[in-house]
């Protein structure tokens, strides 16, 4: 009897796992096959930033064979900047050709010639759940800025824009211009008072909706730390006094530690914007501060950059101003040494702007399509492309089999356009790791001896993507096979 009873638990305790209470049932396997990556947008605008003056800042800072951060990103290309009637163009429209796609006017933000409201990619990011945000070192309301959530017919309208910023709940703003949030008379942080002339406190309106809003850097570190999700931080009455605190760089650091805690990803864009009020009045030395300010800014975009996976970054500028010359001889200009002691010179042609191409460099999802001569609407085409087409990796194949099977896995690279895998590398539970050849389609096949849990990961790489993929897998036997040796094996 006793010998039985012991049988009887041996039994019950060796079936257990081979029989659970639906045995009929499909087993719960996690069912794991398409890994679409956080689509991460990283706009960096250096306003008034041509080719001499990049490269001013490269002879100052690193000298002639030195590279800036800017200059280090794998695709490079030329922006035309003109505006739709072929005229040199101001900011608001160039901002405004750059975050919609479409060229219009001068001093239109977001708004076609004849006043059109035009959708912009921080809008359509917004719609599909990423998180946005605006940063420069001009006032929050400033064209640049400006033409990426606000819609009006004149950039001068800027208590309309910075009450358009936060009806359009951008979530990071940061800059300077307290003074279009606050009502005439009133003073905020800084000294200067309020102007706007509709009696309304937008830094009121924002904390009411939500909005955590800083002042000073020991607030913006606070609000980050306390994981705030929205944030306005006006740092100065109009443009951030030189030297600009907190830096440009510490603003984009901030912002991207806010935004990055929203799991679908972000569009953020970053604008080194004084660069431009240092060439309209032919000031070298600024230009050459502000302009290496804003390269330590992409420098620490580019950081946040390689410790992710699919962020596109994209450096760039809305168009030259002052018509900037570089000289080794000396020709009279504004003279300057580089780090080894040689010495240039800068000169100027106007304290305007031209309508010189800038460059654009790129790295990420889609950034070859930087390359080449484009107009300045390229800027949201490859944008959008990554918006609207993320890379995606899909694993398919079995979930579900029977030990010994041979188990083919198939996969797709999807969209099949530009920047299609060089090579998979296939890692599985208990197998060799496995490498195939790239391209839109690829296949690979394995055999597991033993029932268990497996796990195929697959990753894929470009130049400009990694996405991995990761399945996983159940093998076990169809309990008729496993029941009769079970009670063969019972009583021995
Ligand atoms: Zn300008």
């Known amino acids: 009897m006793k010998v039985i009873l012991r049988i009887g638990v041996l039994l019950v305790l060796c079936l257990a796992p081979v029989f659970p209470a639906h045995a009929g049932k499909a087993p719960e396997v996690p069912l794991t096959t398409v890994t679409a990556a956080p689509v991460r947008i990283l706009l960096f605008i250096g306003d008034g930033m041509g080719t001499a003056q990049r490269t001013a800042a490269q002879w100052a800072a690193v000298g002639i064979n030195g590279r800036l951060a800017?200059?280090?990103?794998?695709?490079?290309g030329w922006l035309r900047t003109s505006n739709i009637l072929g005229e040199v163009t101001d900011s608001a429209a160039?901002?405004?050709?750059?975050?919609?796609g479409a060229k219009t006017t001068n001093g239109k933000i977001g708004q076609a010639p004849d006043g059109t409201p035009l959708s912009t990619?921080?809008?359509?990011?917004q719609a599909r759940g990423l998180a946005v945000g605006l940063v420069t070192n001009t006032p929050m309301a400033h064209a640049t800025p400006a033409a990426f959530a606000a819609h009006t017919g004149s950039r001068y309208a800027m208590a309309e824009i910075a009450q358009q910023l936060l009806a359009a709940r951008v979530d990071v703003l940061l800059a300077g211009g307290e003074n279009a949030f606050l009502p005439q008379g009133a003073t905020g942080h800084y000294p200067e008072p309020g102007t706007r002339t509709d009696g309304r406190d937008l830094i009121a309106e924002a904390v009411q909706a939500d909005y955590t809003y800083v002042w000073d850097a020991v607030g913006l570190q606070a609000a980050v730390s306390v994981g705030a999700p929205r944030v306005l931080g006006l740092f100065a009455d109009e443009g951030l006094p030189r030297p600009h605190v907190p830096t440009l760089a510490a603003l984009t650091e901030h912002a991207l530690a806010i935004l990055s805690n929203r799991p679908e990803g972000f569009f953020l864009m970053v604008e080194g914007g004084q660069i431009d009020w240092a060439c309209h009045a032919n000031d070298a030395a600024l230009t050459i501060a502000d302009t290496l300010a804003f390269d330590a800014a992409v420098a620490a975009g580019l950081r946040y950059a390689a410790g992710t996976e699919n962020t596109l970054v994209i450096v760039t500028s809305d168009h030259e101003t002052g018509g900037m010359l570089l000289s080794l001889s000396n020709n009279g200009g504004q003279a300057f040494t580089m780090p080894d002691g040689t010495p240039f010179y800068v000169t100027w042609t106007t304290d305007d702007h031209t309508d010189a191409n800038v460059l654009v460099n790129a790295q990420g999802p889609w950034s070859s399509l930087a390359a080449g001569i484009h107009e300045n609407t390229h800027i949201y085409t490859l944008m959008a492309a990554v918006l609207t087409t993320p890379p995606t990796l899909i694993l398919d194949g079995p979930a579900l089999?029977?030990?010994g099977e041979n188990l083919t896995f198939e996969l797709h690279?999807?969209?099949a356009t530009a920047i299609l895998p060089t090579s998979y590398l296939w890692t599985a539970t208990g197998q060799t790791p496995l490498t195939t050849s790239g391209g839109a389609y690829s296949t690979a096949?394995?055999?597991?001896?033993?029932t268990g849990t497996y796990t195929l990961t697959v990753t894929a790489q470009t130049p400009e993507v990694t996405l991995t993929a990761r399945r996983f897998l159940m093998l076990r036997y169809h309990w008729h096979t496993l029941y009769l040796p079970l009670i063969q094996k019972g009583p021995s």
């Open 413 to 415: 690279f999807e969209p």
């Open 121 to 125: 990619i921080l809008e359509q990011a």
């Open 70 to 76: 800017m200059d280090t990103l794998p695709i490079n």
């Open 445 to 450: 096949s394995f055999t597991w001896p033993l």
């Open 94 to 100: 160039a901002a405004t050709a750059m975050a919609t």
């Open 401 to 403: 089999a029977y030990p």
